[in-house]
């Protein structure tokens, strides 16, 4: 019994999930109708609905950054103005037109999605072959990412007025859940059965854990890196069409704004070092479920927008404190003062 | 007993799932070197863990003679502080700072309360000519010299500190002759000044050469003290071993050398072979279940060599050929392909994949030969690691542990059952003993004349000559880059291996 007890509590979700639900908790205790889902018109309604739903295009981009920094052992800046361009990509090439897009939907997603790999590759090239550092690497897209969506709006937001824009970022019709779940589960189990139907996963850990001694038993690791960053490019493609898929738009400027840092959160709150080498998929999933709960519970206690990042930040200090190996060594040093105490005492 | 300067009494250590000591006792008196001995995983590391401070202890205590409460330490920069300072086994510098800085870091001269860089670069100087490493730059950054010059880097930081104890956890493992003889000569001279030095090392002609005392210890617990003189060698090895050592000299076989070769196609045949800056153009031929050996000095081009041949350092001239047919190596896969394993000198940056578990690290290479979309199934992981952990006698409690919470000489067991699971025809050994304790280096040793015995060809590289004579059956001599000679069976012996890699007169 302990030592499965042992076994959970020394495993690298444990910490994550006591995260997640605590943040739940805490919402029942405030919000009684946390809980609460409803159906109207046939499509089910809630908070933690709304979690989900709202989750979905960082459960995405937290996948695509996850990667990353397991084989590169840094961040992706860019994935916000990766996932504008994509944004841009599509509208522009759908068109504004309420009765026939330019060109068929789905070329304009495949277009945008491409768009999003393209600059995965950009990227991808910096890193794995110039050797810059990633953070600068990306940095160039961060900033200019903004500036290629803009010129591709020609400075203008588009529209997408037909009405079946809209069905990716919200119902489709006769089904209950919102479509945003669907694509981000569908990312999630196309990565995990890549993860586990080929060894890349291996290859992506140990490349980030000791890149020389990948090489020495025959792994390209700049070739490994490479192809992250590629993926992460397209996670943020397909965030960024779900993103504008809601506003049945694309605004240059404010698509997938200040998302890089929720992502590299999420990563980091799934437990998962940002030091590179092994990683959990579903820590990083788990991680960007939480954010977006700690967003929608707050609002829900009517706490107003502008002052929403600080009792954000005080949550995720204390998160991300807990997971820290000095809290945990501290922790353990305590727990063997107490058995000590009682031993003595008995 | 006035004269004892540091007495650690009872010490008592647990790891998860392992006693790293128990009730171990150890006495340092001032001018004294004292080695500590024991195999891997005796314990030796540990103990300098726990007296340094990076490790806490459960029982036991610590005294140092200028001190009139027990020593506890917190980390290693504390224990600096109360004059306890240590060269590690494995070299902890910073490699981007330069050479002055990691001598200084964190005393740096100061003038106006800034660094008084001039002072410090000449002081570091200093410091490395009484070294004999004059011609060093002190103001580039660490990482352009070889592991050698960062080892004396560390000795030098040690030594410049001034402590009362001194500890050298496996300072010679990367140095060479010389280097090794003016560690031993300023040790002497710290001797002489009244400071006392724990050695550890697995060379044990070194133990006789400079110490005084041994104490030994075994799985964790004390076997005993012993002035140097009361305990002949083979009494330390067979205290060590804790049974009787068998002759080495037995293990090495006839044979296969002596076959004729006029008509066999080289395995392995290198023309003209090179790379800038490391290795100068060789040509090499090597023949099916040859154990050759590569013979010289650190930075004679040795570790170069097989890189190049590998595909580790990509070769910028000749050509290779495996089996008599040309093969293009521009990576290491390609080499892996053509049936090449290599085990690389440096088993810390190039080895072992540290976070990965010992059954990631011993399958890792299978999988990377037979590609990513074809990964190994669970059963056949289980499987391959369960009969090397077997065959090599690893010791590891669980293979789903990361391997680098096992000892040095059982991770290189590790890589080498990573090699041996590819089955290759030609196997590249970079110094499999280095750091390892004397029972596991016999193994190998005998482990790669029976490998031969089947068919493999193995390319050996060890700094030790004695362990070549045993082991290898033909010799390539390098020096300075250059490939420039080779010694056959009968030619081979001490004297003559040590004249070849000198090489005629030198200056200096």
């Given at each position: 019994?302990?030592?499965?007890?042992?076994?959970?509590?020394?495993?690298?979700?444990?910490?994550?999930?006591?995260?997640?639900?605590?943040?739940?908790?805490?919402?029942?205790?405030?919000?009684?109708?946390?809980?609460?889902?409803?159906?109207?018109?046939?499509?089910?309604?809630?908070?933690?609905?709304?979690?989900?739903?709202?989750?979905?295009?960082?459960?995405?981009?937290?996948?695509?950054?996850?990667?990353?920094?397991?084989?590169?052992?840094?961040?992706?800046?860019?994935?916000?103005?990766?996932?504008?361009?994509?944004?841009?990509?599509?509208?522009?090439?759908?068109?504004?037109?309420?009765?026939?897009?330019?060109?068929?939907?789905?070329?304009?997603?495949?277009?945008?999605?491409?768009?999003?790999?393209?600059?995965?590759?950009?990227?991808?090239?910096?890193?794995?072959?110039?050797?810059?550092?990633?953070?600068?690497?990306?940095?160039?897209?961060?900033?200019?990412?903004?500036?290629?969506?803009?010129?591709?709006?020609?400075?203008?937001?588009?529209?997408?007025?037909?009405?079946?824009?809209?069905?990716?970022?919200?119902?489709?019709?006769?089904?209950?859940?919102?479509?945003?779940?669907?694509?981000?589960?569908?990312?999630?189990?196309?990565?995990?059965?890549?993860?586990?139907?080929?060894?890349?996963?291996?290859?992506?850990?140990?490349?980030?854990?000791n890149?020389?001694a990948?090489?020495?038993?025959?792994?390209?690791?700049?070739?490994?890196?490479?192809?992250?960053?590629?993926?992460?490019?397209?996670?943020?493609?397909?965030?960024?069409?779900?993103?504008?898929?809601?506003?049945?738009?694309?605004?240059?400027?404010?698509?997938?704004?200040?998302?890089?840092?929720?992502?590299?959160?999420?990563?980091?709150?799934?437990?998962?070092?940002?030091?590179?080498?092994?990683?959990?998929?579903?820590?990083?999933?788990?991680?960007?479920?939480?954010?977006?709960?700690?967003?929608?519970?707050?609002?829900?206690?009517?706490?107003?927008?502008?002052?929403?990042?600080?009792?954000?930040?005080?949550?995720?200090?204390?998160?991300?404190?807990?997971?820290?190996?000095?809290?945990?060594?501290?922790?353990?040093?305590?727990?063997?003062?107490?058995?000590?105490?009682?031993?003595?005492?008995? | 007993?006035?004269?004892?300067?540091?007495?650690?009494?009872?010490?008592?250590?647990?790891f998860p799932g392992v006693r790293a000591?128990?009730?171990?006792?150890?006495?340092?008196?001032?001018?004294?070197?004292?080695?500590?001995?024991g195999e891997n995983g005796a314990g030796k590391s540990t103990?300098?863990?726990?007296?340094?401070?990076?490790?806490?202890?459960?029982?036991?205590?610590?005294?140092?003679?200028?001190?009139?409460?027990?020593?506890?330490?917190?980390?290693?920069?504390?224990?600096?502080?109360?004059?306890?300072?240590?060269?590690?086994q494995e070299?902890?510098?910073?490699?981007?700072?330069?050479?002055?800085?990691?001598?200084?870091?964190?005393?740096?001269?100061?003038?106006?309360?800034?660094?008084?860089?001039?002072?410090?670069?000449?002081?570091?100087?200093?410091?490395?000519?009484?070294?004999?490493?004059?011609?060093?730059?002190?103001?580039?950054?660490?990482?352009?010299?070889?592991?050698?010059?960062?080892?004396?880097?560390?000795?030098?930081?040690?030594?410049?500190?001034?402590?009362?104890?001194?500890?050298?956890?496996e300072?010679?493992s990367?140095?060479?002759?010389?280097?090794?003889?003016?560690?031993?000569?300023?040790?002497?001279?710290?001797?002489?000044?009244?400071?006392?030095?724990?050695?550890?090392?697995h060379?044990?002609?070194?133990?006789?050469?400079?110490?005084?005392?041994?104490?030994?210890l075994r799985n964790g617990?004390?076997?005993?003290?012993?002035?140097?003189?009361?305990?002949?060698?083979?009494?330390?090895?067979?205290?060590m071993l804790?049974?009787?050592?068998?002759?080495?000299?037995?293990?090495?076989?006839?044979?296969?050398?002596?076959?004729?070769?006029?008509?066999?196609?080289?395995?392995?045949?290198?023309?003209?072979?090179?790379?800038?800056?490391?290795?100068?153009?060789?040509?090499?031929?090597?023949?099916?279940?040859?154990?050759?050996?590569?013979?010289?000095?650190?930075?004679?081009?040795?570790?170069?060599?097989?890189?190049?041949?590998?595909?580790?350092?990509?070769?910028?001239?000749?050509?290779?050929?495996?089996?008599?047919?040309?093969?293009?190596?521009?990576?290491?896969?390609?080499?892996?392909?053509?049936?090449?394993?290599?085990l690389p000198?440096d088993r810390k940056?190039e080895g072992i994949i540290s976070d990965l578990s010992v059954r990631e690290n011993i399958n890792i290479a299978?999988?990377?030969?037979?590609?990513?979309?074809?990964?190994?199934?669970?059963?056949?992981?289980?499987?391959f690691t369960e009969k090397y952990i077997k065959l090599l006698q690893i010791k590891v409690a669980n293979p789903d542990s990361p391997v680098k919470q096992l000892s040095g000489g059982n991770q290189q067991k590790v890589i080498l059952a990573r090699w041996l699971l590819?089955?290759?025809?030609?196997?590249?050994l970079?110094e499999p003993t280095r750091g390892i304790d004397v029972g596991t280096k016999t193994e190998i040793q005998k482990l790669?004349?029976?490998?031969?015995?089947?068919?493999?060809?193995?390319?050996?590289?060890?700094?030790?000559?004695?362990?070549?004579?045993?082991?290898?059956?033909?010799?390539?001599?390098?020096?300075?880059?250059?490939?420039?000679?080779?010694?056959?069976?009968?030619?081979?012996?001490?004297?003559?291996?040590?004249?070849?890699?000198?090489?005629?007169?030198?200056?200096?």
């Amino acid at each position: 019994m302990s030592k499965l007890f042992q076994k959970i509590t020394r495993s690298q979700l444990f910490l994550p999930i006591v995260a997640l639900i605590l943040v739940l908790v805490f919402n029942v205790i405030k919000t009684p109708t946390f809980f609460k889902i409803t159906i109207m018109n046939g499509t089910l309604y809630g908070f933690i609905i709304d979690i989900i739903n709202r989750a979905s295009e960082l459960v995405i981009l937290a996948i695509g950054m996850t990667v990353v920094v397991a084989s590169s052992a840094g961040t992706d800046i860019s994935v916000g103005s990766v996932a504008a361009v994509s944004a841009a990509i599509i509208c522009y090439s759908l068109g504004p037109s309420q009765e026939a897009y330019k060109v068929p939907y789905l070329v304009g997603i495949f277009l945008g999605l491409m768009g999003g790999m393209l600059c995965g590759v950009w990227n991808g090239f910096l890193v794995a072959k110039m050797k810059i550092q990633p953070m600068v690497a990306t940095l160039i897209l961060f900033t200019a990412g903004r500036g290629i969506a803009q010129l591709i709006c020609a400075g203008q937001i588009i529209h997408v007025e037909k009405v079946e824009y809209r069905l990716l970022g919200s119902f489709l019709p006769g089904v209950p859940l919102p479509t945003p779940v669907f694509v981000a589960i569908l990312v999630i189990v196309i990565t995990w059965a890549i993860l586990r139907y080929t060894a890349l996963g291996m290859y992506i850990q140990a490349v980030g854990i000791n890149s020389k001694a990948g090489r020495l038993v025959g792994i390209n690791s700049s070739a490994i890196i490479f192809l992250t960053y590629i993926y992460c490019g397209l996670c943020s493609g397909i965030s960024g069409s779900i993103i504008s898929s809601r506003i049945a738009a694309c605004d240059a400027n404010n698509i997938g704004l200040n998302y890089e840092l929720d992502a590299i959160l999420a990563v980091a709150l799934g437990g998962n070092s940002l030091g590179g080498g092994k990683f959990s998929l579903a820590g990083s999933v788990i991680g960007a479920i939480t954010i977006q709960a700690l967003t929608t519970s707050l609002y829900a206690m009517q706490v107003t927008a502008d002052q929403l990042p600080i009792y954000k930040a005080i949550v995720v200090v204390i998160i991300v404190a807990i997971q820290s190996t000095e809290f945990k060594k501290w922790f353990s040093n305590l727990k063997r003062k107490y058995a000590i105490k009682a031993e003595a005492a008995s | 007993m006035s004269n004892d300067l540091l007495t650690m009494r009872h010490i008592t250590k647990n790891f998860p799932g392992v006693r790293a000591l128990n009730d171990v006792d150890f006495t340092l008196r001032s001018g004294e070197i004292h080695a500590l001995m024991g195999e891997n995983g005796a314990g030796k590391s540990t103990l300098i863990k726990v007296l340094t401070g990076v490790e806490d202890f459960e029982e036991g205590e610590v005294l140092v003679s200028w001190m009139d409460h027990p020593l506890i330490n917190h980390s290693p920069q504390e224990a600096q502080k109360k004059g306890i300072s240590t060269v590690y086994q494995e070299i902890n510098l910073c490699p981007n700072l330069s050479v002055a800085e990691n001598i200084f870091i964190g005393r740096e001269p100061k003038k106006n309360g800034m660094i008084d860089w001039k002072k410090m670069n000449d002081c570091a100087k200093k410091l490395l000519k009484d070294l004999n490493l004059a011609h060093i730059d002190v103001t580039k950054s660490l990482e352009h010299y070889s592991v050698a010059i960062q080892q004396m880097v560390a000795i030098a930081r040690a030594v410049d500190i001034e402590s009362k104890i001194l500890i050298f956890d496996e300072p010679t493992s990367s140095l060479d002759e010389l280097e090794t003889e003016k560690l031993f000569q300023i040790m002497r001279q710290l001797k002489n000044k009244g400071v006392g030095i724990i050695f550890i090392t697995h060379f044990l002609e070194q133990v006789y050469q400079v110490c005084d005392r041994i104490t030994v210890l075994r799985n964790g617990e004390l076997v005993g003290e012993y002035l140097i003189k009361d305990l002949p060698r083979v009494q330390l090895v067979a205290k060590m071993l804790g049974k009787d050592f068998d002759d080495l000299a037995a293990i090495k076989k006839e044979g296969i050398e002596k076959r004729d070769r006029a008509n066999q196609v080289p395995i392995l045949s290198a023309k003209n072979v090179g790379h800038r800056g490391t290795i100068k153009p060789f040509d090499a031929e090597i023949f099916a279940g040859e154990v050759i050996g590569l013979t010289g000095l650190l930075g004679s081009g040795r570790s170069e060599m097989v890189r190049s041949i590998y595909g580790a350092d990509r070769p910028d001239s000749g050509e290779l050929s495996i089996k008599g047919k040309k093969k293009k190596i521009s990576a290491p896969i390609d080499a892996m392909k053509a049936g090449m394993g290599f085990l690389p000198e440096d088993r810390k940056a190039e080895g072992i994949i540290s976070d990965l578990s010992v059954r990631e690290n011993i399958n890792i290479a299978l999988q990377t030969k037979r590609g990513m979309f074809r990964p190994l199934n669970q059963r056949e992981r289980a499987e391959f690691t369960e009969k090397y952990i077997k065959l090599l006698q690893i010791k590891v409690a669980n293979p789903d542990s990361p391997v680098k919470q096992l000892s040095g000489g059982n991770q290189q067991k590790v890589i080498l059952a990573r090699w041996l699971l590819t089955n290759p025809d030609f196997l590249i050994l970079d110094e499999p003993t280095r750091g390892i304790d004397v029972g596991t280096k016999t193994e190998i040793q005998k482990l790669v004349l029976k490998l031969a015995e089947e068919g493999m060809t193995i390319m050996f590289i060890s700094s030790e000559v004695d362990e070549m004579l045993r082991t290898v059956g033909r010799m390539y001599v390098l020096r300075d880059g250059e490939l420039v000679g080779e010694l056959t069976e009968d030619q081979m012996n001490e004297n003559a291996v040590m004249a070849a890699i000198a090489g005629g007169e030198k200056d200096e």
